[in-house]
Nanobody, 124 residues
Framework: QVQLVESGGGLVQAGGSLRLSCAASGRTFSNYNMGWFRQAPGKEREFIAHISRSGGSTYYADFVKGRFTISRDNAKNTVYLQTDSLKPAATAVYYC?????????????????WGQGTQIPVSS
């Protein structure tokens, strides 16, 4: 089992920034590829970003390129999502997820473990 705990969410004004953290425990963190997703009210969970086990490869949804950055610190068992230039449409609950092995990183169903989420309301 892998336990994931997100933090860093909160109310932010449009144009602002937040740095989300996801702390992992339970298994060897560096064995897992990690992803960030978000889910807005009434919508499906959508892919934001993915990072490989070593951190050497990253992938982003088109809508966040240049504004969000995923990173990880395997020594601290933590993955991060830097979110910049936030828009009101970014209002959602943000989740981190862990994947053992390499599968389709944009599909939420392919991830093995999920955190409880952290909410980001973006005011206009």
């Amino acid at each position: 089992q892998v336990q994931l705990v997100e933090s860093g969410g909160g109310l932010v004004q449009a144009g602002g920034s937040l740095r989300l953290s996801c702390a992992a425990s339970g298994r060897t963190f560096s064995n897992y590829n990690m992803g960030w997703f978000r889910q807005a009210p009434g919508k499906e969970r959508e892919f934001i970003a993915h990072i490989s086990r070593s951190g050497g490869s990253t992938y982003y949804a088109d809508f966040v390129k240049g504004r969000f950055t995923i990173s990880r610190d395997n020594a601290k068992n933590t993955v991060y999502l830097q979110t910049d230039s936030l828009k009101p449409a970014a209002t959602a609950v943000y989740y981190c997820a862990a994947m053992y092995g390499s599968r389709s990183y944009i599909s939420a169903a392919e991830y093995d473990y999920w955190g409880q989420g952290t909410q980001i309301p973006v005011s206009s």
